[in-house]
């Protein structure tokens, strides 16, 4: 089964503890705070690897976490990093996040890698905030949480060269001429159902990779057949061959499919239909063909279409052809990778944000800022609790409780901490 479009989860590690600790030795009663920094949190790191060719490895796991940093400790160690999370993905993986759907990664390049959630850092311990004046600090600093996200990968095929054309014309049958890729074909219709991709070897160290999209049908830019599903695939190359079946087998008029099949490329994409297209007129080798294809060259190259006859059952016709895609690729500009946003969108240990909300009499302060801060404050520790008393001004959140009506004597929480206010 050929999966290209998946939801996953994925959540990096957090910070370790920075430690609380003192120096105690023999003959050193009272030893300075020597508490060690925490580990940093693991990162989700995304991979191409050039030997996968579909996501259907996520059908089966779609939550990935890495793991946290390990805990300072005493003597000034410092608590390991967590190991990372890589994500193997096949190339052409479009990584969208799925609240924005803004692309974070285009990755297209075998061994490509990218950093798409960024583990928490590390607590300091508390020997970081020892000062001539605060010589004993019983509490320890801020534990980063790791990044996480809902995240939409998206695959799209990448190829020089992509065949396109109503179902059953035989684009398969000359992926298969042409290349040593061996697809599913048989004489019924959406025998194709997933892209095929091989490698064309034109001359010595001449080459490209041709994709056979399955087939498009009139409506496919609406979601009928398969079309809309896999007209994603044709976004990343730089050729269409548009094959045609110029026998009439099938009682189907060869011009009037190419209009269709450009109809429907309109429809889905403005700049897709403006790709160069070269007319593959197929079954030349069926009797009373001439006639169709001489009707292709009257009506198509006046309009800078051209048009080659070949016949992928025979194996015929091929050569102009061939030589005709290596003059293009020559000419060509590679497809523009598409544009990232390094989007961040959860990143609650760098945001100041918090919120008030009343409810008999009592208020709640909660928010990243508010965890942020009570994870530096050690409450059975009296230079930490001033800490705590400066950052809630400097933070507004004391000027925000007066605008939110707060009184002398009211209940205010913050998470797990219950106080009375008095300004």
Known sequence: MFVDKVKIYVKAGNGGNG??????????????PDGGDGGDGGNIVFKVNPGMHTLMDFRYKRKFAAQSGENGRGSKQ?????????????????????????????????????????????????????????????????????????????????ADVGLIGFPNVGKSTILSVLTSARPKIAGYHFTTLKPNLGVVEVGRGQSFIMADIPGIIEGAHQGTGLGYDFLRHIERTRILVHVVDVSGSEGRDPLEDFHVINRELKEYSEE???????IAANKSDIPDSEAN???????????GYKVFSVSAAQNKGFAPLLNEIM??????????????????????????SFEITKEDGEYTVSGPAVDKLLGRVNPDDYESLQYFQRALRKLGIIDALREKGVQDGDTVHMGGWSFDFLD
């Open 78 to 158: 410092t608590g390991k990093n967590g190991e990372d999370v890589v994500i193997e993905v096949p190339p052409g993986t479009i990584v969208r996040d799925e609240l924005t759907g803004l692309v974070l990664a285009d990755l297209r390049y075998p061994g490509e890698s990218r950093v798409l959630a960024r583990g928490g850092k590390g607590g300091k311990g508390n020997a970081h905030f020892a000062t001539s004046t605060r010589q004993a600090p019983r509490f320890a600093g801020e534990v980063g949480r790791g990044q996480e996200r809902s995240l939409v990968l998206e695959l799209k095929s990448i």
């Open 327 to 352: 003059r293009l690729l020559g000419e060509l500009p590679e497809i523009p990778s598409f544009e990232e946003e390094e989007v961040d969108v959860y990143r609650p240990d760098e945001a100041e």
């Open 19 to 32: 430690a609380v600790s003192f120096r105690r030795e023999k003959y050193i009663p009272h030893g300075g």
């Open 272 to 278: 897709l239909v403006q790709r160069p297209q070269i």
């Open 293 to 303: 294809i001489q009707r292709l060259k009257d009506a198509l190259e006046p309009m």
